[in-house]
DNA sequence: GTCGCCGCAATGTTCCCGCAATCCGCCCAA
DNA sequence: TTGGGCGGATTGCGGGAACATTGCGGCGAC
């Protein structure tokens, strides 16, 4: 496992880093944000651990920017800022956990097997698709900045395949994306919808476009 | 979002649910273990919330079981049980997160938040065959990462080789993968997508190849 | 009332599937 | 050695299943 590790008091980046090599982790470890922000643009680690206290800034701040830029490594956060507001700030900045400091070394190990059992990178809450860009947290449609209404149903087809961009979502998954588990659909509705969202996106030039992928289901993808 | 809840205390219940639905959130409420072990095998859950201490036993119990039969819905643990080893415990019996009762509803808010940003909420199984690799989960086939297309049939024949690699397929058991049990072939229509698939995983440099086993079935291994 | 979304169904379109004809390579026996 | 038989390989084609599109009636929101 790599970790990158954003600490600047030497003596608790030591004993990170000793605890998180005996488990047969690799430890980059840097003191700096600006250090921190090019070694996990430029390097593919399985895992960032960040201080927000370090002498240029506040660790916490390079999480957007890598969102932004397409670097979905998990982060915990590690820091004394433990009132209610930061742990809840730093989560909803893009952290993946939130452990206030002091806390028990056994406990940052079992939080990241937590992380390491789930499959693959975060993504933000808010993802661009070239021109296009989609809220999940509220749900907006924006092409060039512009909100874009959608109807109800369009819009669940449009966030369950935004989830997935790139790979197909089976059709019992759309299906229960947009209607419940009770609601029994008849015919091809799903079809419709399907069929009027993707003329709009064409329309609007979003630079997204829906393939079908016979027998399973549909498939989102940039524009070719 | 879909959620499942466990709690015994009608209180804490009745008030996490009316958050949760606050926020556009569909929550299903159990009080016993073997209720929610039923609802979230058989429910697709975005994510599950766990009680420790309920009537009939450990909360966290279930969470193995789940694993076990492929359920792989995230789990926030909520608990009074707070002590180290029972926080570090619950995370690596498989919850995702850990809350100790009493917590502030808006750090749920933002830990369901962190966790419904992480892309699928199914660990989908994924093997690789050098530059090759296959999503159980989503039909994707990946060469060097850029998706594949491939017929249903053939995908179902490729499918019930690469769960075999290395090994023989018996004809039998690759028709009975295409087709359901019921469905009778004729003629050599096996051999036909056979055919294509293993043109396609040359043509593609695949690193794969298909083998027949005469009088047997057939085979699929790495190219030497 | 009116506007717009939804579910549904009819119809058009595409592409896959099953089939069969033919070819190929291996094995065996005369 | 050679011809025949057998099992598999390959490929073109017609039918049909899956998907696309669009119009309509209904109902709910405003």
């Given at each position: 496992m790599r970790i990158l590790l954003l600490e600047d008091e030497p003596e608790m980046a030591s004993a990170l880093s000793a605890a998180l090599e005996a488990r047969d982790a690799v430890v980059d470890h840097v003191s700096m944000l600006a250090d921190a922000e090019e070694a996990a643009r430029s390097l593919p680690y399985d895992v960032i651990l960040l201080d927000r206290q370090v002498p240029d800034g506040d660790?916490?701040?390079?999480v957007p920017r890598l969102r932004a830029a397409g670097v979905g490594t998990p982060v915990i956060v590690l820091t004394a800022r433990g009132e209610l507001e930061d742990r809840i700030g730093g989560l909803d900045t893009g952290a993946d956990d939130y452990l206030v400091k002091p806390f028990a070394m056994e406990e940052l190990l079992a939080r990241l097997r937590a992380i390491m059992r789930r499959p693959g990178d975060v993504r933000s809450e808010v993802v661009s698709f070239g021109r296009l860009s989609y809220d999940f947290g509220c749900h907006d449609v924006l092409i060039d900045g512009e909100r874009c209404e959608l109807p109800r149903r369009e819009l669940l087809v449009f966030e369950a395949l935004a989830r997935r961009i790139g790979r197909t979502v089976p059709r019992h998954a759309l299906e229960e994306a947009v209607y419940g588990f009770a609601d029994d659909i008849q015919s091809n509705t799903l079809d419709a919808h399907v069929s009027r969202l993707r003329r709009k996106l064409a329309s609007l030039e979003s630079g997204l476009e829906i393939h079908p992928v016979r027998g399973i289901g549909y498939l989102m993808r940039r524009t070719s």
């Open positions: 660790g916490l701040s390079i």
